[in-house]
């Protein structure tokens, strides 16, 4: 499978809004409702933020939130903070138990 | 609390197999419904799901490494090994070992921290 696409960076200031787009097609994104997003501060363990498109897993903040339309997943962090900044990089089921990983985009907090 | 351990030699060379072993702890792989992934991330690029264990012994693994990758869990001592044969420098990357949830889902719920491993004569 080819990685799922998302935008290298995105930025914004304290306190507003950025949206990570994750784009696949219809045998993985648009094909399955199992999509996570997963937060990686360099040389630490990647975290779960978001799974099954727009659940969150209990810890996270609400700022972090998810969606999906059609082949297309998104990631959303609201009233953004210092500590965000962070590289984010989407997932989604792929068909016969595989798992495919978007290419990560670099958050920064300006 | 859920914890995985990546440990394994930093340098291979060529040609070699590389053995990779996850010890977590926090949970138990004879427990129903427990699973453990492997995932790596080349230099400046996008992770990649590798294999897949589970609690009934149940393998799965990445299409395109399928004949390279070996997968297999020792469950008395919390651990998960993988195995990956015929290694190439464009296999150098950062390895991580996850649990991971598949009951009526499909995430990687804790990640251990990675360890990396460079394939170089």
């Known amino acids: 499978q080819s990685a799922l696409t998302q935008p290298r960076s995105v930025s914004g200031s304290p306190g507003q809004s950025v949206t990570i787009s994750c784009t696949g097609t219809?045998?993985?994104?648009?094909?399955?409702?199992?999509v996570s997003w997963y937060q990686h501060h360099p040389g630490k363990a990647p975290k779960l933020m978001i799974y099954?498109?727009?659940k969150r897993p209990s810890g996270v903040p609400d700022r972090f939130s998810g969606s999906k339309s059609g082949n297309t997943a998104s990631l959303t962090i609201s009233g953004l903070q210092a500590e965000d900044e962070a590289d984010y990089y989407c997932c989604s089921y792929a068909g016969s138990y595989t798992l495919v990983f978007g290419g990560g985009t670099k958050v920064t907090v300006l | 609390q859920v914890t995985l351990r990546e440990s394994g030699p930093a340098l291979v060379k060529p040609t070699q197999t590389l053995t990779l072993t996850c010890t977590f702890s926090?949970?138990?792989?004879?427990?129903?419904?427990?699973?453990v992934s492997w995932i790596r991330q080349p230099p400046g690029k996008a992770l990649e799901w590798l294999a897949r264990?589970?609690?009934?012994?149940?393998?799965y693994y990445s299409t395109s490494l399928k004949t390279r990758l070996t997968i297999s869990k020792d469950a008395s001592k919390n651990q998960v090994v993988l195995t990956m044969t015929n290694m190439d420098p464009v296999d150098t990357a950062t390895y991580y070992c996850?649990?991971?949830?598949?009951?009526?889902?499909?995430?990687?719920?804790?990640w251990g921290k990675g360890t990396t491993v460079t394939v170089s004569s």
């Open positions: 264990i589970d609690w009934d012994d149940d393998k």
């Open positions: 926090g949970f138990s792989l004879t427990t129903g419904g427990m699973c």
């Open positions: 099954d498109v727009n």
């Open positions: 219809s045998s993985d994104v648009g094909g399955y409702h199992y």
């Open positions: 996850a649990r991971t949830v598949v009951t009526i889902s499909y995430y990687m719920a804790v």
